[in-house]
């Protein structure tokens, strides 16, 4: 189907996304951690929903949750020359193949949000990350001696607190392993602006076993300083 022009559109002056290349982080649940990257910022542009933190090789666009907040903002971030989004966010596990604090990079995200099929609607409702992107995390966690599961499907929920035992056993008969609110819809945007798009997350929490889990802060603390803080503050992340 052809692409069809939105009446309504975005516009942001801004400078250029350094390399092209933007880190989109929804939340950060450490005000400490943002403070500093705040201190590592060449400049910082406030926007209505979120921050955009310009550094030496990058940008980083932060504080937006939900896929409707997030595919907003990035409509007019993407105006700056976006060519590359990495995600780095937090998902909760519906599997046991990711345990507290366990690293995930999936290859697929179902939606169970309202904002990708504005965007690409497919029956099956499944988006996709660029290989090349993909390719780009697993060097990056070589190069740093850090392991992740590679592979697998996320959901993106619209409702997080209705994530109930019926929705539940649904996800897990889809082979769907994690759940999150942005990954889906940021795919179905990347995709239809052709732009190279992957994420990165961090089991923050378990639901697999019918109970709800949640890591402590102090673990949780660890591996963001640990899978997170190496590829936003590197040099050159190719």
């Not at 005000?31 to 933190?53: D, H, R, Y």
């Not at 990350?129 to 990056?140: D, E, G, M, V």
Request: one cysteine or more; proline letters at 6%; a positive charge.
């Amino acid at each position: 189907m052809k692409k069809q022009e939105s009446i309504v559109k975005p516009s942001f002056s801004a400078p250029a996304i350094p390399g092209g290349k933007l880190i989109f982080i929804p939340y950060l649940p450490f005000p400490g951690l943002l403070n500093e990257i705040k201190s590592s910022a060449i400049s910082i542009l406030t926007l209505p929903c979120g921050q955009l933190f310009y550094l030496n090789n990058k940008a980083i666009l932060y504080g937006l949750i939900g896929a409707p907040a997030s595919i907003s903002a990035l409509e007019k971030v993407r105006l700056t020359g976006v060519k590359e989004i990495i995600g780095l966010s937090f998902c909760g596990s519906l599997s046991p193949l990711l345990p507290l604090c366990q690293a995930f990079i999936p290859d697929k995200a179902l939606s169970d949000e309202g904002t990708s099929k504005h965007y690409i609607n497919r029956k099956n409702n499944l988006y996709y990350p660029a290989r090349t992107s993909i390719q780009n995390l697993k060097n990056y966690l070589r190069q740093q001696g850090l392991r992740a599961l590679v592979g697998g499907q996320i959901v993106s929920t619209d409702a997080p607190y209705r994530e109930t035992p019926l929705w539940l056993k649904k996800m897990q008969k889809k082979g769907t392993i994690a759940v999150d609110m942005e990954a889906s819809a940021v795919l179905a945007f990347s995709e239809f602006y052709e732009i190279k798009a992957a994420g990165l997350f961090i089991v923050s929490d378990e639901l697999f076993s019918g109970y709800w889990k949640r890591t402590d802060s102090k673990n949780l603390r660890k591996a963001i300083k640990k899978y997170f803080w190496p590829l936003i503050f590197s040099a050159d992340n190719d």
